[in-house]
Structures are given as structure tokens and as C-alpha cells.
Nanobody
Framework: QVQLVESGGGLVQAGGSLRLSCTAS????????MGWIRQAPGKERSLLAA????????YYADSVKGRFTISRDNAKNTVYLQMNSMKPEDTAVYHC????????????????????WGQGTQVTVSS
């Protein structure tokens, strides 16, 4: 089991930047693929970005490609989401999520691929 705590959300103007952090408990963080998922009011959850256990492979949704960057520091049990050129439609609650150890290169591009979720942090982008 892993517990996840997000931080770094807040209010930002359109065009601005924020960096979210998610710190995991336990000593097996490097065994988990990690993702960032957001949910806006009245909309379905969507996975924005994901990163493999070693950090060697990433995935981005088209809506954030070129604007958001996911990274991880396994020594600090932390995954980051750098968000640039933000838009009002980025307003949502942002959750980090962990995919438990699985054999091979399993899918990690859908919210349902993740086993553990943080409580989330609110991000609001004003126009």
C-alpha cells in the first residue's frame, strides 16, 4: 500500500505556471508507475501525464502535450507536474496516482490503470 499527498495547487492567471508535487509514503516508490489525473466539475476524470518506474518513458494527453512536464525523483519519493502556459480549462482538482507493480510494460495511460490515489489539490486558472 502507498499513501500519496499532493501539494502546489492554487490560483494562477492564464499563461502562468504552477508546479505540483506528490510525495509517497513507503520505501517502494520506485516500483510504481505514476500519473497525474484531473477532474473538473461535471467532467470525467482524465489522465494528463504518466511516467514509468525508472522515469525512462512518459505519456501525455494531447490536451497538455508541450505545456506540462512530468518528472520523478525516486530518492525523494516524489513525482512532479510542471504546468506552463496554463489555460482556464485547466481548472480542476489534480490527483496523483500510483500503479502497483505489474509484469512487463503494462498500460498506464488511463485513470483505471491506477491503484492508489491522493486526495487531490485544487488548481484554478483565471482568465
Amino acid at each position: 500500500q502507498v499513501q500519496l499527498v499532493e501539494s502546489g495547487g492554487g490560483l494562477v492567471q492564464a499563461g502562468g505556471s504552477l508546479r505540483l508535487s506528490c510525495t509517497a509514503s513507503g520505501r517502494t516508490f520506485s516500483m510504481y508507475a505514476m500519473g497525474w489525473i484531473r477532474q473538473a466539475p461535471g467532467k470525467e476524470r482524465s489522465l494528463l501525464a504518466a511516467i514509468r518506474r525508472s522515469g525512462g518513458s512518459t505519456y501525455y494527453a494531447d490536451s497538455v502535450k508541450g505545456r506540462f512536464t512530468i518528472s520523478r525523483d525516486n530518492a525523494k519519493n516524489t513525482v512532479y507536474l510542471q504546468m506552463n502556459s496554463m489555460k482556464p480549462e485547466d481548472t480542476a482538482v489534480y490527483h496523483c496516482a500510483a500503479q502497483g507493480p505489474r509484469p512487463g510494460m503494462s498500460r498506464f495511460s488511463m485513470p483505471s490503470d491506477y491503484d492508489y490515489w491522493g486526495q487531490g489539490t485544487q488548481v484554478t486558472v483565471s482568465s
